[in-house]
């Protein structure tokens, strides 16, 4: 594998530094025993320089080991994590800069103390490995701390909508299926087929399927109205914005890189604000923010306006609440149900909050009050006892059993694989603060937030393994972090009363 000169630079001086140190020798004195000046062998352990022939040869003399010893690019054991990081994809592919990280800034860290780096790559890969995180699952996780970082808002995607609609849908024109065909096969040369995931059920969990080779966007038979103008908007996307580097499936049986990754959310957040105008939304949102009540109808009536599915409309109402109204203390998620069954599938979150939230917790059970998956529990009861194919929207006040922290939950659940059965519920998370209530009329009631009519409260918490709501009729589970918290906190209380 061709390793970037920079990272050749790095581990050569890794392991000038380890050998250097293994010796018992200071620079100064491998610098004099060498005939180097001190401020060069320095600069080489740090990964800046790269000697030439001669001068390696006096190093390796120096330190009495040979020449090939010196240039093998293999490290020593303690060092190992360092040296794997540095082969793998990660430096090279991970564009480090959009998190803030000047990428050599992080190998002078890795040269400054390379053993302590080590053993944190070590502990990191060891988790990784242990929860079986996959590449692409490490990718999801990077971009969604990218979004959060951002607050979900990226003015240049913003501003290639926006040029985008005064090209081809002015005067508040409807960006619709037909004009988003026109331009994929005219101005982009880009031929559509459908494939019938029936005849071919190893595709059922695709939407579509780009071919490069044969510049053709192949459409699941089987998609919705709203899923199929979502994914033609996707692929404008990809085109308008000149994004090469791109997962060719969706949803994606594989990533490649982190690019790809980023590309597609690049391209499915174009598709969000063409088809949803920003202005238009916000103004539909005043308009609902107004209103001295609550009333689920009005809220699935406003996602019907903008004819997109639940979860594409959430996921703009993210991008666009925290830079127009200054609500950015929230979190998303989406839940898949099969009715029947008594588990429930976190199968995407994303916090801009960073504080309480369901988050997605290794082996323990979410706490069943909230209305995410009440409401996916409603959905099939009504499926099964009357013929309903539609959606539902709940609202729900919940405040969190210890920290008194509460939050105003909007959900909407609608039927998810009609073909499998499942369902699927997306919620909004807002917490309830001074800013949300001077946004939302709704909720400043007279009697305070707990006491309103038109939206149900509750208590809740995060899962019932930490879970103090003993009396609880939802739990499902006995409160062990919880119970093992409480004998950790009484031994400790003991070992300090003691003589």
């Known amino acids: 594998m061709n390793l970037p000169a920079d990272h050749i630079r790095l581990l050569f001086g890794l392991k000038l530094r380890q050998l250097r140190l293994d010796k018992g020798l200071s620079v100064s004195e491998l610098a004099h025993q060498s005939g180097l000046s001190i401020s060069y062998v320095t600069e080489i352990e740090k990964g800046r320089k790269y000697p030439k022939t001669d001068k390696i040869s006096a190093l390796a003399n120096a330190m009495q080991v040979d020449y090939d010893s010196l240039v093998s690019l293999k490290l020593s054991k303690k060092l190992e994590p360092i040296s794997d990081l540095l082969r793998s994809k990660f430096l090279t592919e991970i564009p480090l800069e959009l998190f803030g990280i000047d990428p050599s800034d992080l190998l002078e860290l890795l040269a400054e103390a390379p053993a302590k780096v080590s053993a944190m790559v070590r502990t990191f890969m060891d988790i990784a490995l242990s929860y079986n995180m996959s590449v692409e699952r490490l990718y999801l996780t990077m971009l969604r701390s990218y979004q959060e970082l951002h607050d979900n808002y990226f003015p240049d995607i913003e501003a290639d909508a926006d040029r985008f609609l005064d090209e081809f849908a002015p005067a508040d024109q409807v960006v619709g299926e037909a004009l ?5 096969k005219t101005r982009y040369a880009t031929r559509l087929e459908q494939f019938d995931a029936r005849t071919q059920p190893e595709l059922v969990a695709l939407r579509s399927i780009f071919r490069p080779e044969k510049h053709t966007l192949y459409l699941n038979a089987d998609l919705s109205a709203e899923q199929r103008i979502f994914i033609l908007a996707r692929e404008v996307g990809f085109q308008f914005m000149q994004l090469k580097n791109r997962p060719t499936t969706y949803s994606w049986v594989e990533a490649e890189s982190f690019e790809q990754i980023l590309n597609n959310y690049k391209a499915s957040y174009f598709a969000g604000a063409i088809l949803i105008r920003r202005e238009k939304l916000v103004e539909k949102l005043r308009e609902l923010f107004a209103r001295d009540t609550w009333h689920n109808d009005d809220f699935l009536q406003l996602i019907d306006h903008f004819k997109a599915t639940p979860e594409q409309f959430f996921y703009r109402l ?34 801009l909050s960073r504080k309480q939230g369901p988050r997605g917790i290794v082996d323990e059970h979410f706490c069943r009050r909230w209305i995410a998956w009440t409401i996916l529990q409603e959905l099939q009861f009504i499926q099964q006892h009357k013929s309903f194919d539609g959606s539902l929207c709940r609202a729900q006040l919940s405040e969190y059993a210890d920290s008194g922290q509460q939050y105003l939950i909007i959900s909407v659940a609608h039927p998810f694989q009609p073909e499998s059965g499942q369902n699927m519920s997306v919620s909004m998370c807002f917490a309830v603060n001074d800013t949300l209530k001077s946004k939302m009329k709704f909720l400043n009631d007279p009697a305070g937030v707990k006491e309103l009519n038109d939206i149900p409260f509750r208590v809740v918490n995060q899962t019932c393994e930490r879970c103090a709501i003993f009396d609880c ?27």
Not at 180 to 184: A, F, H, M, R
């Open 180 to 184: 988003l065909i026109n331009l994929l």
């Open 318 to 351: 993210s991008t666009v609440l925290p830079s127009q109204f200054g609500i950015d203390q929230l979190f998303f998620y989406r839940f898949n149900h099969t009715p029947g069954e008594i588990t429930f599938q976190l199968t995407k979150e994303m916090h």
């Open 473 to 499: 009729r939802e739990r499902v589970a006995a409160p062990a972090v919880l119970q093992k918290k409480r004998q950790f906190d009484a031994l400790k209380k003991a070992v300090a009363g003691l003589d």
